[in-house]
């Protein structure tokens, strides 16, 4: 996917959620940061699933397993809305 189109959707899929009552302040975070991934692997296409669960597995210092698990279902929720 085109790296604009990614971040147009992003801010587009944000304001929805916001204009709905939801607080977007982890997601904008999380999802800023699934972006950026995406980014860097430079590859084109569709965003494959094994590129998601690469990472949202990533371990850090500040995450855990319902890290990972939390990241995944933010993930889930704006990929089903592209």
Request: proline share 2%.
């Amino acid at each position: 996917m085109n790296a604009d189109f990614l971040d147009a959707q992003l801010l587009a899929f944000l304001s929805l959620r916001e204009a709905l009552g939801y607080q977007m302040r982890a997601e904008r975070i999380i999802l800023s940061e699934f972006i950026t991934f995406v980014k860097a692997q430079d590859r084109t296409g569709p965003i494959r699933t094994s590129m998601v669960l690469e990472w949202a597995c990533q371990a850090t210092a500040r995450r855990g397993p319902n890290g990972a698990a939390r990241r995944l279902s933010i993930a889930r929720r704006f990929l089903l809305y592209l």
